[in-house]
């Protein structure tokens, strides 16, 4: 247990459907951040908040639409997927101290996605 | 941009042997912090060792210590007296500091296997 959680653990979703993937951390961070881990394929960084404003945005598609209402908590909006974003999606979370030794990332358990 | 490489992409070693994961990385960078994570079949992205570039002293933690050559840009994991749970993707990681957000590179992974 991370103190970072994720919901829903698996979804299986069609191309029209729209869905959102949910995180909440525990451990009093600042930071938080989307990664997508496809097969034989190194961990890809999607989005990174910090102090609830988007900070990085990795050329990812719109049709991937993240929001950090809080410091707390981070979704990812999925509508109209292709069947290539079948994945895991990870979360993870830090606490920005201008570079101290608490810059360290937690991760939740992640979310398998498949798209049929 | 930083890379980091993990030339081994599966390894094997018996209960209670010893075993190194290679990892090496290219970077610009002289302040930054190397990470190692396992994943186990529960997918959960489990932080296993840091170290700081800063530091000449490798990083220990339990039976897990890393070999820190930063001249030659490598970051090795010894694991000691392996155990069955120790069965898990090993990922390398590098963090360039930024004054933002950290920002994870991830290396391919090396699936170990403890067998007895």
């Known amino acids: 247990e991370t103190g970072v959680t994720q919901t829903p653990r698996h979804l299986v979703m069609g191309m029209t459907n729209k869905k959102s993937l949910k995180c909440e951390q525990h451990l009093g961070h600042n930071a938080m951040y989307w990664y997508k881990q496809s097969a034989k394929k190194p961990l890809e960084l999607m989005f990174v908040y910090s102090l609830e404003e988007r900070v990085e945005n990795n050329s990812v598609p719109s049709r991937f639409s993240p929001e950090c209402p809080n410091s707390s908590h981070l979704f990812l909006h999925l509508h109209t997927l292709q069947p290539e974003d079948s994945a895991l999606y990870l979360c993870?979370?830090?606490?920005?101290?201008?570079?101290?030794?608490?810059?360290?990332?937690?991760f939740g358990p992640g979310t398998r996605l498949t798209v049929l | 941009a930083q890379t980091v490489t993990q030339s081994q992409p599966e390894m094997s070693v018996q209960e209670a042997e010893t075993v190194t994961l290679s990892c090496t990385y290219d970077?610009?960078?002289?302040?930054?912090?190397l990470f190692w994570y396992k994943q186990p079949p529960s997918r959960q992205m489990i932080l296993v060792i840091r170290q700081e570039a800063y530091k000449q002293q490798n990083a220990t933690e339990n039976r897990f210590s890393v070999n820190f050559q930063k001249a030659a840009k490598s970051f090795s994991l010894k694991i000691s007296d392996s155990q069955l749970g120790d069965t898990a993707m090993y990922f390398c990681?590098?963090?360039?500091?930024?004054?933002?957000?950290?920002?994870?590179?991830f290396g391919t992974g090396t699936r170990l296997q403890v067998t007895l």
């Open positions: 993870a979370s830090s606490l920005q101290s201008g570079g101290g030794s608490t810059d360290t990332q937690y």
């Open positions: 970077t610009s960078e002289n302040n930054y912090y």
């Open positions: 990681a590098f963090m360039k500091l930024s004054g933002t957000a950290s920002k994870l590179t």
